[in-house]
């Protein structure tokens, strides 16, 4: 078990990198708009790729979900092509004001930032007991419900 506070930005892309880079079996991601994690780089796109070939379960609930098409094409193509196994929620206005991040991977490895705006953050590894709360809230979270992503722009 490895449990780690961060306090940088690069300390919280390196760890977030360090439990995308060990999802398997499961990749769940809470967040308002992905813009910190970055998931469109080209190594994390990989990286989830990677995942999804083994027909891992990838779920992610966002706040915002407009952007995406603009801010995320690479992760909407790659939508478009493991849909049946990627997921994306736009959740309900009620959590508006939840202002955390998880990004959690097969039930053992965590990255939580409590606050959007700051970088601080734990990270930790290998430890499924101290990781379950955070699933537990992650599941909160998507058993909620909202819109589901489309991968295709509606439009006149």
């Not at 079996?25 to 809470?30: D, G, K, P, S, V």
């Not at 049946?84 to 004001?97: M, P, R, S, Y």
């Amino acid at each position: 078990m490895t449990r780690e506070i961060h306090n940088s930005w690069r300390e919280f892309h390196a760890a977030t990198e360090q439990v995308l880079g060990r999802a398997q079996r499961e990749l769940c991601i809470w967040d308002n708009d992905l813009a910190e994690l970055r998931l469109d780089m080209p190594e994390h796109i990989d990286c989830l790729r990677r995942i999804l070939i083994g027909n891992a379960d990838v779920r992610i609930a966002l706040k915002r979900t407009d952007h995406l098409h603009r801010d995320h094409p690479r992760l909407v193509e790659l939508f478009k092509h493991y849909s049946h196994t990627f997921q994306i929620l736009q959740v309900h206005a009620g959590l508006e004001n939840v202002r955390d991040t998880l990004v959690i991977a097969d039930r053992a490895h965590v990255v939580i930032r409590p606050e959007l705006a700051q970088p601080r953050s734990t990270h930790i590894l290998d430890d499924p007991v101290e990781t379950a709360p955070w699933l537990k809230r992650f599941e909160a979270v998507w058993a909620e419900g909202g819109i589901p992503f489309s991968p295709t722009t509606l439009g006149l």
